[in-house]
């Protein structure tokens, strides 16, 4: 059997912790859990640190924090590590530095030393990360496109932000899947919803364990932030003729969002996929006739 273990959202930061205090601690609670899954894969949608665009030493930190849990695993950055765009990173110019230079001089791309698209096969499946930003000044999308296009089996793509609304009240109504990637967002789904054996998109970002079903029973799932909160992300098994998921619950906070944005909504409902059984997505999906 494969198992991939989707988590996301880490926010590592190096001492003296500032946007989270305790975040490495909270961290250091789920290296248990992830190693007790036995996973083929650990795959991380982003958000590794807090401040790395603006200071690749916190980039070092998450590498050598992701290189020590001694489980193979597969990162992209997200908004914190790889700034989406020049507006985001005027608004938060220590958080979201945006760094106008090619991806190879990138903080990111200096520290993990890889691609903008990296391409991994766990048993029958193929897994397509993807690390984008604004107007893709790296080329992500057509590497994307030619990895889509050569495809001979079921595959998962990876990225951190969602690509359609994750929850349809609160703060996730409109944060999350815009203000980030505008101009290539569709252009990155419509990618996917045209390759039929494209079965789960998974993404990071929200900070909310969430599901979503799109065009043709592609699978938009989100990991919640296993620092900072919701710790919570996902085990996907191949069993048969389908993808299984469950929840995976971190040793992190339960939440992330405080009460008053979440539109009259419990918190951990808010936050966490509540699902008793797990969700079966088939590796084959129908095509249009
Ligand atoms: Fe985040
Ligand atoms: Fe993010």
């Known amino acids: 059997m494969t198992r991939i273990v989707h988590v996301s959202d880490l926010h590592y930061e190096l001492a003296p912790e500032r946007l989270k205090p305790g975040v490495r601690q909270l961290l250091d609670q789920s290296v248990p859990i992830l190693k007790e899954t036995h996973p083929d894969l650990v795959v991380v ?9 603006f200071d690749r030493n916190q980039l070092v ?82 590497q994307l496109a030619v990895a889509l296009q050569n495809l001979d089996g079921p595959a998962i793509v990876l990225g951190h932000y969602p690509l359609v609304v994750t929850k349809d009240v609160g703060v996730l109504a409109t944060f999350g899947y815009q203000g980030y990637i505008d101009a290539v967002r569709d252009q990155l789904l419509n990618l996917l919803l045209a390759q039929p054996l494209v079965r789960a998109y998974l993404c990071g970002h929200v900070h909310a364990q969430t599901v979503t079903v799109l065009d043709g029973g592609l699978v938009q799932l989100s990991a919640g932030g296993l620092g900072p909160g919701a710790s919570a992300g996902w085990v996907i098994d191949v069993v048969g003729a389908n993808l299984e998921v469950r929840s995976l619950r971190g040793g992190g906070p339960e939440i992330f969002w405080p009460g008053e944005m979440l539109g009259d909504c419990d918190s951990l409902d808010y936050h966490l996929w509540c699902g008793s059984e797990p969700l079966a997505i088939p590796l084959g999906r129908a095509v249009a006739s």
Do not use: K
Not at 83 to 101: C, D, H, K, Q, W
């Open 61 to 142: 930190g998450v590498h050598r924090w992701l290189e020590e849990l001694g489980l193979a695993y597969l990162a992209i950055p997200g908004n914190h590590d790889f700034s989406a765009n020049v507006a985001r990173g005027n608004l938060y110019p220590i958080m979201e530095t945006y760094e106008a230079v090619p991806w190879d001089q990138t903080n990111f791309a200096q520290t993990f030393h890889q691609g903008p698209l990296v391409t991994v096969q766990e048993g029958p499946l193929t897994l397509l990360a993807v690390a984008l930003r604004e107007g893709d000044p790296d080329g992500s999308l057509a």
């Open 45 to 53: 949608t982003g958000d590794l640190t807090s401040y790395g665009c």
